[in-house]
């Protein structure tokens, strides 16, 4: 399996642009998460969906902010607009459904996000 | 909610040093535990992780976690230390009422010195 693959890796956009970070699980898994990490605050959880479906959101940090899954096998994290505060590392996340040893969540490599 | 604290958030160490990092969470009900690390400019992945069992957890790497239930901790530990361990240290955890769910501590910055 080739693991969680986001892309793109870089994105260097202006003030004010739209942006959209793209996510693809790992094949079977039915959990999907984005993650933003920066020096200032660290890992944070943005949302997480189950069998396509959001169930937490909380982590958003503003209506600017907007995830889909339109499918099991693929994710968007959108910012529009963009500002200079979400420079960051998005990750994506995705583990299988259930206890114990299925809550092992694996990561993607990151987009790294400049917002010029 | 469950909280995760990560005491040390810088350690530096000299090659051959013994490491430990603390890492203790705030939910009394059933846990499932996770040490991941991510390397400079990489992602995030799994080191060790407990589920139930024998409390005392071997990893990659050389890495061990002893999971101690009084306490609700779940130490990172390493007798020797390797320049190429220099990385950052992530303790998670799940609760048994979460879901998948997983909270992150705040993360330790480790740096090995030749």
């Known amino acids: 399996d080739a693991g969680v693959i986001q892309s793109p890796r870089h994105e260097v956009t202006e003030m004010g642009q739209e942006v959209t970070l793209r996510c693809k699980p790992i094949?079977?898994?039915?959990?999907l998460f984005w993650y933003r990490q920066t020096m200032m605050r660290g890992l944070e959880l943005l949302i997480y969906f189950n069998n396509n479906v959001p169930i937490d959101d909380s982590g958003m940090p503003e209506d600017r902010f907007s995830a889909k899954m339109p499918n099991a096998s693929f994710s968007t994290l959108k910012i529009q607009p963009s500002e200079p505060r979400d420079s960051a590392v998005y990750f994506c996340a995705s583990s299988l459904a259930g206890t114990g040893n299925y809550n092992e969540q694996f990561f993607g490599p990151g987009t790294r996000l400049t917002v010029l | 909610a469950q909280s995760v604290s990560q005491h040390n958030h810088h350690v530096i160490l000299s090659e051959a040093a013994s490491l430990e990092l603390g890492c203790n969470y705030s939910?009394?009900?059933?846990?499932?535990l996770f040490w991941y690390v991510q390397y400079p400019g990489q992602h995030l992945q799994l080191l060790l992780k407990y589920f139930s069992g024998d409390p005392l957890v071997k990893g990659i790497k050389g890495f061990e976690a002893e999971f101690i239930k009084s306490k609700f901790s779940f130490n990172l530990r390493k007798p020797s230390v390797q320049w190429s361990d220099t990385a950052e240290y992530f303790c998670a955890v799940n609760a048994d009422n979460a879901g998948n769910m997983l909270t992150f501590g705040g993360g330790t910055r480790l740096m090995v010195k030749p």
């Open positions: 939910y009394g009900g059933t846990v499932n």
């Open positions: 094949s079977g898994h039915d959990y």
